[in-house]
């Protein structure tokens, strides 16, 4: 027998999009395209910050070892 991971469904950004997508189409909403896709881009952008940051303090992490490292050989 197959076993199948969980999901979760669509979710809160999924909704969101979505919700935004039927409203410009209804023409409730006069957003730019840009706005109405944001659910996305914004999540997008977030999780490039979140990397980004975490890549800079692994580098700086390696930096101080590798300082640490020198200074206790000379």
Known sequence: MEERLPTKGVGFVGLLQI???VLQFCDKIKWSWFWVLSPIWIGVVLFLLIVTIFIIMLVMQAK???N???KNDG
């Open 19 to 21: 919700v935004f997508i």
């Open 64 to 66: 101080k070892d590798k």
């Open 68 to 70: 640490k490292g020198s």
